[in-house]
């Protein structure tokens, strides 16, 4: 068994990592709001590189016990690219709750603002349900759970370059 062999056993564990860790954190999500924690317009879009991650990670580890290289490194680029920007938008709603800087004003409460009428305000509250991506619904040891996205979405593309390192 020579070098090229472990490089590919690596290559599998990392493929197989980012998997198990990125199913794990999009079920989380589904479990916090299945206990009552309504996701955000924001938190629905952090899902979206999951959705593509797990699979690009699933075919990825295929690839790798196949030892298909370029298919390989293929994948591990491509959950790179898609956990790198998901922990900026994780950075992004994060700051959107530490009040930095504005959201969008579809979940950050502007559109319950304005209003003229006591009759405007009580229908908007009956045809709006509005959540609101600026405000926390939980946090976990001091992170909210954009917080905890882009913390994991970092460590996920880091180990998407690990996964590079031991295919090239």
């Not at 913390?151 to 180990?159: D, K, W």
Request: charged share 10%; proline share 2%.
């Amino acid at each position: 068994m020579g070098e090229t062999y472990f490089r590919d056993v690596h290559a599998a564990r990392a493929a197989w990592l980012i998997l198990i860790i990125a199913a794990a954190t999009i079920a989380g999500a589904w479990i916090f709001q299945a206990f009552g924690y309504a996701p955000c317009e924001l938190c629905l879009s952090e899902r979206i590189p999951y959705y593509v991650g797990v699979p690009v990670a699933a075919a990825t580890l295929v690839f790798a016990l196949r030892r298909s290289r370029v298919l390989m490194l293929t994948g591990f680029i491509l959950l790179f690219l898609i956990f790198a920007f998901s922990a900026g938008f994780g950075i992004y709603h994060a700051g959107v709750e530490w009040h930095f800087w504005a959201g969008p004003s579809a979940c950050t409460g502007d559109a319950l603002t304005k209003v003229t009428t006591m009759q405007d305000f009580l229908h908007q509250l009956q045809t709006q349900k509005v959540v609101r991506c600026d405000a926390v619904a939980i946090r976990i040891f001091g992170l909210s759970l954009a917080g905890w996205n882009a913390l994991i979405s970092a460590a996920l593309a880091i180990i998407a370059v690990w996964g590079v390192r031991k295919v090239g």
